[in-house]
């Protein structure tokens, strides 16, 4: 099994000053709040005098996200879910569990009222028409 190789890319919908730390949180799979509030501590705690140089460095060199998914061909359907994760530590991104199981139950939901749809147009006597004027 192949393991999908992720680039490192400055996500800009998720990103508040430029998208680095929401970036790398999604790397690494970890919650952007983490990923932010160890920036700012080591940045505070005199830690990381290089981190703000690093930063704008990252901020200059990343391509953001959006601009390559659009260079591949990636959009976004309403249709086309993501899907779920949940988390099982608290650092890991994702949702809890008994968000998920909500997040599932609306999609099945959704998913069952649009073949009830589906059903009752295919056995409506105004579809049978149109079938049999089309084989006409």
């Known amino acids: 099994m192949t393991k999908i190789r992720k680039e490192l890319l400055r996500d800009d919908r998720n990103g508040k000053l430029a998208g680095v730390c929401a ?15 160890i920036v700012v501590t080591s940045v505070l705690l005199g830690l990381g005098g290089l981190l703000p140089v690093l930063y704008v460095a990252a901020w200059f060199i990343l ?8 260079k591949k061909g990636v959009t976004e359907s309403a249709y086309d879910e993501r899907p779920v994760e949940v988390k099982t530590r608290v650092w890991q991104r994702g949702e809890v569990p008994k968000s998920a199981l909500h997040h599932l139950v609306n999609q099945f939901n959704s998913l069952e009222l649009r ?4 059903e009752t147009h295919v056995t409506s006597a105004k579809f049978q028409l149109n079938r049999e004027i089309s084989k006409l």
């Open 23 to 37: 970036g790398i949180a999604d790397y690494f799979g970890w919650e952007v709040w983490l990923v932010r509030l």
């Open 115 to 118: 073949l009830r749809d589906m």
């Open 63 to 70: 391509e953001k996200k959006s601009v390559h998914e659009a």
